[in-house]
T-cell receptor
Framework: GDSVTQMEGPVTLSEEAFLTINCTYTATGYPSLFWYVQYPGEGLQLLLKATKADDKGSNKGFEATYRKETTSFHLEKGSVQVSDSAVYFCALSRTGFQKLVFGTGTRLLVSP | DTGVSQDPRHKITKRGQNVTFRCDPISEHNRLYWYRQTLGQGPEFLTYFQNEAQLEKSRLLSDRFSAERPKGSFSTLEIQRTEQGDSAMYLC??????????????FGPGTRLLVL
């Protein structure tokens, strides 16, 4: 079945450091890929998405590129801030199969 | 756009009691989803509605769980005879179809359930 694998956390960085959170997926066909962010005690917020191979999703300085050949959708940001501290979830959905399939999440901790 | 809202935000109950949660989706969205998230895990799909029709249920949704969306607007999720293992965050999401059959789900803040 469909699955998403994320790098384990926590990822601990200093402010202004470069961020990469790895995400790989297994799915038949061409899924849509998403990154959601969850701040403490809150629900999930859509961060960015990509719907076809080589698409790049971007938002708030974060970006991720849909790589069909490596089945990956790694999240990157050039300079993290303390306010980016949260849990980040990679997810996929397939057309005709409405549910989202999530990874286990990666906690990011950014210190001043 | 007021976003997806859920009520209550927190619920503490005793084992064996029944609880009901409500979700109000984004007004123009015809699809509504329920997910469950346990500590340290990603959300897991429970069930899905298109308008008032419940089209898919996960095997995670035991017979103690029931969900309704009577008029295709808000939805309720009821858990009967709660067990400690039901303690989790219950998330609701809504969406509508975009071009090429794509969709993006928008989540509410969740209802955190603690069963004592």
């Amino acid at each position: 079945g469909d699955s998403v694998t994320q790098m384990e956390g926590p990822v601990t960085l200093s402010e202004e450091a470069f961020l990469t959170i790895n995400c790989t997926y297994t799915a038949t066909g061409y899924p849509s890929l998403f990154w959601y962010v969850q701040y403490p005690g809150e629900g999930l917020q859509l961060l960015l998405k990509a719907t076809k191979a080589d698409d790049k999703g971007s938002n708030k300085g974060f970006e991720a590129t849909y790589r069909k050949e490596t089945t990956s959708f790694h999240l990157e940001k050039g300079s993290v801030q303390v306010s980016d501290s949260a849990v980040y979830f990679c997810a996929l959905s397939r057309t005709g199969f409405q549910k989202l399939v999530f990874g286990t999440g990666t906690r990011l901790l950014v210190s001043p | 756009d007021t976003g997806v809202s859920q009520d209550p935000r927190h619920k503490i109950t005793k084992r064996g009691q029944n609880v009901t949660f409500r979700c109000d989706p984004i007004s123009e969205h015809n699809r509504l989803y329920w997910y469950r998230q346990t500590l340290g895990q990603g959300p897991e799909f429970l069930t899905y509605f298109q308008n008032e029709a419940q089209l898919e249920k996960s095997r995670l949704l035991s017979d103690r769980f029931s969900a309704e969306r009577p008029k295709g607007s808000f939805s309720t999720l009821e858990i009967q005879r709660t067990e400690q293992g039901d303690s989790a965050m219950y998330l609701c999401a809504s969406s509508s179809l975009e071009g090429r059959g794509e969709e993006t789900q928008y989540f509410g803040p969740g209802t955190r359930l603690l069963v004592l």
